[in-house]
């Protein structure tokens, strides 16, 4: 897998869906992970993503399809089409550590032997772990375990529907500056308790990404928010991350997606589908706003 050429248009969106775990429970086989919000004459259907996926997972609901048929624009997280080759010099600037600053310098020594240890055994050379910053490590991780799996962004629910948005207007929630300045802002504590859950969970995320991918199937919102809380009440040293990158970002992208209520065009909105769930995601904001939101 060529990370260079995946890294803004799968390793930032992809964080929140590998933190999804494995809960029993008992959906409506009738809905799918999609909302149809409306206000005057405007509309907008907002489908959660699982940023990479198997390619079994398609055709997709009759439903969804229909629904974006139906929408003249489409708006992504970021534009999947963005001429990386433009963004490539700051990302490197971003991820790797400048004027021979190591790895080490900013880690635990504990924490920095198990890295090296487990990033080592996943097939890393430990002259390039030592250039990247944790965030980095954690997510070139978790994207070399999935893709032992068979899950390939290629096959992502917001990469097809960007492959298919034809004549439709293109609109973009985020830039790829903005989330790539986004993870640098964590600090070294929060970064090295990043890589070291990611470390510690690689064991099961065949099991989580099973279970996510089945609830995403199935609309269970009740599994992925009650997933997403139990997360963050298990490792609370990463809470600065959630409010981060999770939830001062739904904020933000609420407030985008009211002003495409107001177009009185109809769009169909694709964004992470840990973006969509909770008490502080993305459908219980606008609903607490007045707007008339159904699940589909």
Known sequence: MKISRLF???????????FLLSYAHTADADKSFIWKVQSGSSTAYILGSIHAMKEDIYPLDSKIEGAFRESGALALEIDMNMDLSK??????SVVMYQNGDTLKNHMTSSGYDLAVAALG???????????FKPWFLAM???MMELAKMGYN??????????????SK????????????????QF??????????SVISEVEILKREMAAIVSAWKTGDTATMGSVLSEGISKSPELAGIYEKVLYKRNRSMTLSIEDYLKSGDTYFIVVGAAHLVGKKGIIELLKRKGYSVEQM
């Open 8 to 18: 803004p248009r799968f390793f930032i969106v992809v964080l929140f869906s590998v």
């Open 87 to 92: 963004t490539l010099g700051m990302m490197m």
């Open 121 to 131: 055994k996943a097939g890393m050379n430990i002259v390039m772990i030592d250039k």
């Open 140 to 142: 070139t991780l978790e």
């Open 153 to 166: 962004p290629e096959f992502g629910i917001d990469k097809h529907f960007s492959n298919r948005a034809g």
């Open 169 to 184: 207007k293109i609109a973009a929630l985020e830039t790829a500056e903005f989330q790539l300045q986004l993870f640098n």
């Open 187 to 196: 600090t070294d504590k929060e970064q090295e308790a990043f890589l070291l």
